[in-house]
């Protein structure tokens, strides 16, 4: 069955330690994964995407087919980095667009 | 991007009654979709929303219970239907624009209480 799994509810640094919030995937097909980010009072909008390779407000996340994760990472966590973030897994071939959730992580960048 | 707005956005409902939550976008768009978030979980999808026909659910969610419409390519409406308090979530309107595999944007959502 197709699953994403954030194992931490809550993440907690202090400004400038570096971050990684975690996810791994169950899928057996070719998937995309996405970093989706909602900061409080706003709407959930798209952090990055693996097929990009990117990096964004200073995050990476690398897709690792052996270890199927795809940790979200930054080396010095900034105080406006604090969000909820969500992974998501979407089927790399189908025309349904659907995503699958995990279960979210609060990244919360203290002082 | 796109521009999503939701409508309402938050009601309380006693339970037994129905509401209809309306999303509209800026422009045309090739996919939307119906998700939920309960209180404290993540996004689950209920369904996608096809145009001129009738919508595709997902497991564990039926067209009586969440009927929903998409008359044309910008608009499509969710009704939940004889509430309980277990439907007390945020509903969330999501479209794709363009290729099935591009960015979805997400609507502001909807907090829904029934009592």
């Known amino acids: ?102 279960q979210g992580t609060t990244l919360q960048v203290k002082p | 991007s796109a521009v999503i707005s939701q409508k309402p956005s938050r009601d309380i409902c006693q339970r037994g009654t129905s509401l209809t939550i309306q999303c509209q976008v800026d422009s045309q768009v090739t996919m939307m979709f119906w998700y939920r978030q309960q209180p404290g979980q993540s996004l689950t999808l209920i369904a996608t929303a096809n145009q001129g026909s009738e919508a595709t659910y997902e497991s564990g969610f039926v067209i009586d219970k969440f009927p929903i419409s998409r008359p044309n390519l910008t608009f499509s409406t969710l009704t939940v239907s004889n509430m309980s308090p277990e439907d007390s979530s945020i509903y969330l309107c999501s479209v794709v624009r363009g290729h099935t595999t591009s960015e979805q944007y997400f609507g502001p959502g909807t907090r829904l209480t029934v009592t």
């Open chain 1, 1 to 102: 069955a197709q699953r994403v799994t954030q194992p931490e509810k809550l993440l907690s640094v202090f400004k400038g330690a570096p971050v990684e919030l975690k996810c791994n995937y169950s899928y057996s097909g070719s998937p995309e994964l996405f970093w989706y980010v909602q900061y409080s009072r706003q709407r959930l909008q798209l952090l990055l995407r693996h097929i990009s390779r990117e990096s964004i407000k200073g995050f990476t996340a690398d897709l690792n087919k052996g270890e199927t994760s795809f940790h979200l990472k930054k080396p010095f966590a900034q105080e406006e980095d604090s969000a909820m973030y969500y992974c998501a897994l979407r089927h790399g071939s189908s025309n349904t667009g659907k995503l699958i959730f995990g």
